[in-house]
T-cell receptor
Framework: NAGVTQTPKFQVLKTGQSMTLQCAQD?????MSWYRQDPGMGLRLIHY???????DQGEVPNGYNVSRSTTEDFPLRLLSAAPSQTSVYFC?????????????FGDGTRLSIL | DAKTTQPTSMDCAEGRAANLPCNHS???????VYWYRQIHSQGPQYIIH???NNETNEMASLIITEDRKSSTLILPHATLRDTAVYYC?????????????FGTGTRLQVTL
């Protein structure tokens, strides 16, 4: 079982470039989400999905798009990268949404925008 | 979701039990207590969670007071690899998003 796999692990972009952060899970989890973590801060929710074809915004969605065409994959797209998006991005998944379902995290993508 | 209060840092000698407290005095009836940890540069790792009863798994024990206003995570035999930031989180059993709100956590330093 690979769990939650994020690629790439590191990426450097120039301002204005676009890219997609990949997230895949092999646990047949319905719920997936994206967080960003800035230095010295906790995680902030960007977008989440409660199942294939269903996505919604978290607390910091601006500048990011998501889609969920399959249960396994939940890519995060940066439309036009900005230095403020320099961060570590974590993808997480759980069997279902709700308080009784622990979330499992990937190892993160470290993104730098120049 | 209820807010939590944790000490900023704690030290523990290797081989001893590490007891990490968390205050969640505004917790409501359907909110779970979760513990995660984050070892430097890695993704958050789920440790344990509970609603009302004490819980134990292969990693740790969770003791929740009867009034549910506070809890303690116990690592029974801490090792150097347990050095990490530990987050206590309270999350509702319902709602549209299982958002995890990580505060500043407790930085546990395990020493020889």
């Amino acid at each position: 079982n690979a769990g939650v796999t994020q690629t790439p692990k590191f990426q450097v972009l120039k301002t204005g470039q676009s890219m997609t952060l990949q997230c895949a899970q092999d646990m047949n989890h319905e719920y997936m989400s994206w967080y960003r973590q800035d230095p010295g801060m906790g995680l902030r929710l960007i977008h989440y999905s409660v199942g294939a074809g269903i996505t919604d915004q978290g607390e910091v969605p601006n500048g990011y798009n998501v889609s969920r065409s399959t249960t396994e994959d939940f890519p995060l797209r940066l439309l036009s990268a900005a230095p403020s998006q320099t961060s570590v991005y974590f993808c997480a998944s759980s069997f279902r949404r709700g308080g009784g379902q622990p979330q499992h995290f990937g190892d993160g993508t470290r993104l730098s925008i120049l | 979701d209820a807010k939590t209060t944790q000490p900023t840092s704690m030290d523990c000698a290797e081989g001893r039990a590490a007891n990490l407290p968390c205050n969640h005095s505004t917790i409501s009836g359907n909110e779970y207590v979760y513990w995660y940890r984050q070892i430097h540069s890695q993704g958050p790792q789920y440790i344990i969670h509970g609603l009302k009863n004490n819980e134990t798994n292969e990693m740790a024990s969770l003791i929740i007071t009867e009034d549910r206003k506070s809890s303690t995570l116990i690592l029974p035999h801490a090792t150097l690899r347990d050095t990490a930031v530990y987050y206590c989180i309270v999350i509702s059993g319902t709602g549209t998003a299982s958002k995890l709100t990580f505060g500043t956590g407790t930085r546990l330093q395990v020493t020889l």
